[in-house]
């Protein structure tokens, strides 16, 4: 696919500095399947009796959050999936490590200090204002699915029904995170061996990458393509020539700025819409990750219908989110609790 050398000056325009606040015809093997319990123990009219304004609360929250931050957006998105994947989606992400404690919490793991400060202020206020309303009532893990929908439809994507019933986890453990979560560099054979341990299938991660189509990404997740693909000491092949140039300009490989950041989409990057599909097409992608999923047969065909069809992809990002966010569900006290500030455990 041509891409126009305008959108690549708007790509110059558009690296930016981030200064964190510190803060299918899929041959791969079959998933294994989501134990059909845990998609039972969820339902859109959960808190109907207990709390029936709940997405109203979240959403005015959300709506002014995206006003002040865009940025709320991939980043609260990104919060969702990073809890989901490990110990399932119960908001043990939000958990601040103990002052004093010799265990982390998963926030505090290598592979979330990307995770914007912004995306845990979201949820912060939106737990905030529910307890004033329905104190003690709902989970912050399904507070977190609620706003992660919210700020997908206010950047320009699907708005779709959440199902809720999710009780917060009792365990946060940085130690947990590193074999729970993709890196830039996986290969195509270790996403998918991930995906499936969730229940996810090669469809699956391949919409649910299209979450790509917003956000941002640090130079140390892309450079090795740059410079040293996979050990070549040359660039990514299927990196997009003038697109590989300015890329270099903004991340050096040795002494860049580590606040430098791109765009996942180089056309559309505020914008929640299949753009990145057509991307990867035109050799567009980001992360060797991204770019990955055309480069490979059994994924092809359907990038490039997805590439084709905006609808199509809104209607499989909506259904993926619904099984991405049933992972690992805990119910009972057991395994759960109802925390009434999202960042300490209740007891
Ligand atoms: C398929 C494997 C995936 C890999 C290897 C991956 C990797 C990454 C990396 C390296 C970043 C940049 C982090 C930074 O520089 O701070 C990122 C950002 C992001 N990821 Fe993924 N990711 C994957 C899947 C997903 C999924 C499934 C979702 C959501 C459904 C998601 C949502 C996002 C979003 C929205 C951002 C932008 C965050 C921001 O701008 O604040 N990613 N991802």
Same mark, same amino acid.
């Given at each position: 696919?041509?891409?126009?050398?305008?959108?690549?000056?708007?790509?110059?325009?558009?690296?930016?500095?981030?200064?964190?606040?510190?803060?299918?015809?899929?041959?791969?093997?079959?998933?294994?399947?989501?134990?059909?319990?845990?998609?039972?123990?969820?339902?859109?009219?959960?808190?109907?009796?207990?709390?029936?304004?709940?997405?109203?609360? &979240?959403?005015?929250?959300?709506?002014?959050?995206?006003?002040?931050?865009?940025?709320?957006?991939?980043?609260?998105?990104? *919060?969702?999936? %990073?809890?989901?994947?490990?110990?399932?989606?119960?908001?043990?992400?939000?958990?601040?490590?103990?002052?004093?404690?010799?265990?982390?919490?998963?926030?505090?793991?290598?592979?979330?200090?990307?995770?914007?400060?912004?995306?845990?202020?979201?949820?912060?206020?939106?737990?905030? *204002?529910?307890?004033?309303?329905?104190?003690?009532?709902?989970?912050?893990?399904?507070?977190?699915?609620?706003?992660?929908?919210?700020? &997908?439809?206010?950047?320009?994507?699907?708005?779709?029904?959440?199902?809720?019933?999710?009780?917060?986890?009792?365990?946060?453990?940085?130690?947990?995170?590193?074999?729970?979560?993709?890196?830039?560099?996986?290969?195509?054979?270790?996403?998918?061996?991930?995906?499936?341990?969730?229940?996810?299938?090669?469809?699956?991660?391949? &919409?649910?990458?299209?979450?790509?189509?917003?956000?941002?990404?640090?130079?140390?997740?892309?450079?090795?393509?740059?410079?040293?693909?996979?050990?070549?000491?040359?660039?990514?092949?299927?990196?997009?020539?003038?697109?590989?140039?300015?890329?270099?300009?903004?991340?050096?490989?040795?002494?860049?700025?580590?606040?430098?950041?791109?765009?996942?989409?180089?056309?559309?990057?505020?914008?929640?819409? %299949?753009?990145?599909?057509?991307?990867?097409?035109?050799?567009?992608?980001?992360?060797?990750?991204?770019?990955?999923?055309?480069?490979?047969?059994?994924?092809?065909?359907?990038?490039?219908?997805?590439?084709?069809?905006?609808?199509?992809?809104?209607?499989?990002?909506?259904?993926?989110?619904?099984?991405?966010?049933?992972?690992?569900?805990?119910?009972?006290?057991? %395994?759960?609790?109802?925390?009434?500030?999202?960042?300490?455990?209740?007891?």
């Amino acid at each position: 696919m041509p891409v126009p050398f305008s959108l690549l000056c708007f790509l110059t325009l558009l690296i930016i500095f981030y200064t964190p606040s510190k803060c299918a015809n899929a041959k791969s093997p079959p998933p294994k399947q989501l134990p059909a319990h845990r998609h039972r123990l969820l339902s859109v009219d959960y808190y109907d009796k207990t709390c029936p304004h709940l997405d109203q609360l &979240v959403s005015s929250i959300t709506t002014q959050q995206f006003k002040d931050a865009p940025v709320s957006a991939p980043a609260t998105l990104r *919060l969702f999936f %990073h809890d989901c994947f490990v110990e399932g989606c119960d908001g043990s992400i939000l958990i601040s490590t103990k002052p004093g404690s010799k265990v982390a919490a998963e926030k505090d793991a290598v592979d979330n200090k990307g995770l914007r400060p912004e995306a845990f202020e979201s949820i912060k206020k939106a737990k905030a *204002l529910v307890e004033s309303k329905c104190p003690g009532v709902v989970s912050c893990a399904d507070i977190l699915a609620i706003a992660a929908r919210d700020f &997908v439809h206010l950047a320009g994507g699907p708005y779709y029904p959440v199902k809720k019933g999710r009780w917060d986890g009792k365990i946060s453990m940085a130690s947990r995170v590193g074999s729970n979560l993709p890196r830039a560099n996986s290969t195509v054979d270790q996403l998918l061996k991930l995906f499936n341990s969730k229940g996810l299938s090669a469809d699956d991660l391949v &919409v649910l990458s299209g979450a790509h189509t917003i956000g941002f990404a640090h130079c140390e997740h892309f450079t090795n393509r740059l410079y040293d693909y996979r050990g070549t000491k040359q660039p990514d092949p299927a990196i997009d020539g003038r697109l590989l140039k300015e890329l270099k300009m903004s991340c050096p490989r040795y002494g860049g700025n580590t606040d430098i950041v791109a765009p996942f989409d180089v056309t559309t990057p505020f914008l929640f819409d %299949h753009a990145y599909y057509g991307n990867l097409e035109g050799k567009l992608g980001l992360l060797a990750t991204d770019q990955g999923l055309v480069s490979d047969a059994r994924m092809k065909t359907m990038v490039q219908g997805l590439a084709k069809d905006k609808q199509k992809f809104f209607q499989a990002f909506a259904a993926a989110m619904d099984k991405m966010g049933s992972i690992g569900v805990k119910r009972g006290r057991r %395994h759960g609790e109802r925390r009434r500030d999202c960042s300490i455990h209740q007891s």
